[in-house]
């Protein structure tokens, strides 16, 4: 087994087979643009070279698996993943795990919060998240095995009701606290999540992601567990690498940088802690993509930590 591993997320932006309706406002990709959306992920994949990658808005599994068979490593690599139910209302997309190394276990998908913890009283959707958690148990070396959870917490997008309107300040502002409010209880359900599974566990943890928020945010601190005690708390693997560059970005709108795509670790990756098994060695992000409009690439850049483990 390697002594150094790759970690990486990546938000593929909407990928889903041809004439598939996402959205109202979005036309459904023509079979052409499907093909480039297959040929540019793969080359993305390849150019990651992580050992472990999270995928979000994956709309078909299946079309996850045509990109990693174009791809020249990730070919007979091990996907977890599950599709929305096609009973549903309506079409959302998923998350993926995909790994080049063993599993100890079947992955399996969290859609439901744990016990205790709800959104408001008369919420859509009220005990579940908006995107279901994955969880996979990898080995990454005969002694060492971590839990790696894959995520894709609710957007900002205004959560409109019907007849909403954003000309109406009040109404635009109730719909933004509503996503608001929903991320945040997905933040909490994510880090009761990962209390429970690491002392149930006793095992490392990677959680990988689009947080739809900077990791200063108080959503991206919660998952974190600022406060909680070293035993239970994650960290920003971009904190931890030792050369502090702290120039990458995975998202550019309007020509402001932000980070809301994120590789956290648990204690046993941080060095300066007793219980550590390995430490960052360094973060780095595709992002040259970002603002040349090109329609087959994803609107986030990508993020990719990489983890020397100690003898």
């Known amino acids: 087994m390697p002594q150094e591993i790759r970690f990486a997320t990546f938000n593929v932006y909407n990928l889903a087979p041809p004439g598939q309706q996402l959205y ?12 480039a959306k297959l040929d540019w992920t793969a080359h993305q994949i390849d150019l990651l070279d992580a050992d472990v990658i999270g995928f979000q808005e994956i709309f078909s599994q299946a079309a996850l698996r045509e990109a990693l068979a174009r791809t020249r490593n990730y070919r007979t690599a091990v996907q977890v993943g599950f599709d929305p139910d096609p009973a549903a209302e309506r079409l959302t997309p998923s998350v993926a795990l995909v790994s080049r190394l063993p599993l100890a276990g079947p992955g399996v998908a969290h859609a439901t919060f744990p016990a205790g ?13 908006s995107r279901a958690v994955i969880h996979a148990p990898i080995v990454l070396s005969p002694a060492c095995t971590v839990d ?14 019907n007849g909403d309107s954003c000309d109406d300040p009040l109404l635009f502002g109730l719909a933004c606290l509503r996503s608001l409010i929903r991320r945040g209880t997905e933040a909490v359900a994510l880090r009761v999540l990962l209390t429970r599974m690491a002392s149930a566990n006793q095992r490392a943890q990677v959680v990988l992601g689009d947080f739809n928020d900077v990791a200063d945010a108080v959503t991206t601190s919660i998952v974190l567990g600022s406060d909680a005690p070293i035993a239970g708390r994650l960290f920003d693997t971009r904190q931890l690498q030792p050369r502090q560059d702290l120039a990458g970005f995975s998202m550019l709108s309007d020509g402001c940088r932000s980070t809301i795509d994120h590789i956290l670790v648990s204690e046993q990756f941080n060095p300066e802690l007793p219980n550590a098994i390995g430490a960052v060695l360094d973060v780095a992000y595709l992002n040259e993509h970002l603002g040349r409009e090109l329609p087959e690439a994803s609107d986030h850049g990508q993020v990719v930590a990489r983890i020397g483990l100690f003898d």
Request: net charge negative; charged share 35%; no cysteine.
């Open 24 to 35: 109202d406002n979005l036309a459904p990709a023509t079979p052409e643009e499907y093909e």
């Open 117 to 129: 913890v709800a959104m408001p009283e008369g919420s859509r959707d009220a005990d579940r998240f």
């Open 148 to 161: 790696v959870v894959v995520v894709h917490l609710k957007s900002k997008r205004p959560d409109y009701r």
